[in-house]
C-alpha cells in the first residue's frame, strides 16, 4: 500500500494513492499516525480509506509523506565514498573505517520538502549538488535491535534527495566534523510512502532489495544504480542505529547516495573535474526507484545573505584584566 500527504484547498490531508488517484483518511489523520499504530492498522485504515472518492494527483500538491521525528542519513555505498571523497576531502580511496560499521549523520527534520516542491540554493554555495537515495521508515519502537528483530521495525519505504551544498560542506568537514550547513537546506521525500510487503519481492538471496535507481538533470539521465549496491542491508542499518540507544515509530533513515552517478560529486571526483557543472536555478533533478515512484525538484534562487564572519582570535588570557 501507499500512503501519501497532500495540500489543497490551504488544507492538508492524508491517504492512499491508487490508480484512480488519492483517497483520504479521516480528517486529522496523519501518515505519522498509522506509522505510530503500526502495519496491520494501517493497513487496515488504508482498505477503508480506497472506499472513499479519489482525488485527482495533478489536482493537489504532494507533501514529505510523514513528518518525520527524526531523519539519520547512512553512507551505505562503496562506490559513493570512493568518488565523492576524493571531491570533498581531495583523497583519493575508501577510508578503511567505513568496512567496519555504518556510518550516518543525523540531518535536519524540519526541511524536509515533496516530490515536486522547487528547492533553493542554499545561501552561499557555488557547488549544489543531489544526491539520490532510498530512505526506510521505521514502524516500532526499539532499542539495542538485531537485524532480525529490526526487520519486523520496518514499515515502508520511500525516495530521498539528500540536497547538498558541497563548497559547505568541505569547510565543515576539514574541521573533522559535520556535515552542518552543507545538508540542512532541503530533503526532499516522496512521492509516498511504500510498505514493507510492496517491495518484497525484489528482495534478492542476500537480503537486499534490488532496485533500480535513476537520476537525471533536465531531462538527461546522470546515473543509475541498483540499491542492493548497498555494503548493508536495510535492517542492519537500523540495528547499528539503535545500538545503546533507541529508535522510533516515524524515524526516517537514507541509505546514503547510490554509486554510478548518484550524485555530482561523486563524477567530480573520479573525472577530476566538475563535469557535469554544479545545479543552477532553473535546473530539473528528478529520480525515480523502482517500486517506489519519481520525484521531481526544480532548483530555485537562495536567499542573498551576507558572508559569515571570521572568528575573532582571541589572547587566550586566564583572568579577566584588573
Known amino acids: 500500500m501507499r500512503f501519501a500527504t497532500w495540500e489543497s484547498g490551504g488544507s492538508v490531508r492524508s491517504g492512499v494513492v491508487s490508480d484512480a488517484g488519492l483517497h483520504p483518511l479521516p480528517a486529522g489523520t496523519t501518515v505519522l499516525d498509522l506509522v505510530r499504530a503500526g502495519l496491520p492498522a494501517a493497513l487496515e485504515a488504508g482498505a477503508g480509506a480506497l472506499a472513499e472518492p479519489a482525488v485527482a494527483l495533478a489536482d493537489v500538491r504532494l507533501l514529505p509523506p510523514l513528518q518525520a521525528p527524526t531523519v539519520r542519513d547512512f553512507v551505505a555505498f562503496e562506490e559513493h565514498v570512493e568518488g565523492v571523497r576524493k571531491a570533498i576531502d581531495g583523497v583519493a580511496g575508501v577510508p578503511p573505517e567505513w568496512y567496519q560499521a555504518p556510518t550516518f549523520y543525523f540531518t535536519n527534520p524540519y526541511a524536509l520538502v515533496g516530490a515536486h ?3 533553493a540554493v542554499p545561501p552561499n554555495s557555488r557547488r549544489f549538488d543531489f544526491e539520490l537515495e532510498v530512505a526506510v521508515v521505521v514502524g516500532r519502537d526499539g532499542a539495542s535491535l538485531t537485524p532480525d528483530q529490526a526487520r519486523e521495525h520496518v514499515f515502508g519505504y520511500t525516495v530521498l534527495n539528500d ?7 568541505a569547510r565543515e568537514m576539514r574541521v573533522s566534523l559535520g556535515p552542518a550547513k552543507g545538508k540542512d537546506s532541503a530533503t526532499t521525500l516522496g512521492p509516498w ?8 519481492p525484489y528482495r534478492d538471496d542476500e537480503g537486499f532489495l534490488a532496485l533500480d535507481m535513476r537520476v537525471s538533470v533536465n531531462g538527461t539521465q546522470i546515473g543509475q544504480d541498483l540499491l542492493s549496491n548497498m555494503g548493508w542491508p536495510f535492517e542492519e542499518l537500523i540495528s547499528y542505529a539503535s545500538r545503546g540507544t533507541e529508535v522510533r515509530a516515524g524515524d526516517v533513515l537514507g541509505s546514503g547516495t547510490s554509486g554510478n552517478g548518484g550524485c555530482l560529486a561523486e563524477l567530480w571526483g573520479t573525472r577530476g573535474e566538475a563535469a557535469p557543472p554544479p545545479l543552477r536555478p532553473g535546473d530539473v533533478v528528478e529520480m525515480t526507484v523502482e517500486g517506489i515512484g519519481t520525484i521531481r525538484n526544480r532548483v530555485v534562487e537562495g536567499v542573498d545573505l551576507p558572508p559569515v ?14
Open 309 to 322: 564572519p571570521s572568528a575573532r582570535t582571541r589572547p587566550r588570557n586566564r583572568t579577566r584584566p584588573s
Open 193 to 200: 510512502l511504500v510498505t514493507a510487503d510492496e517491495l518484497e
Open 163 to 169: 540536497w547538498s551544498a558541497r563548497d559547505l560542506q
Open 117 to 119: 516542491d522547487d528547492v
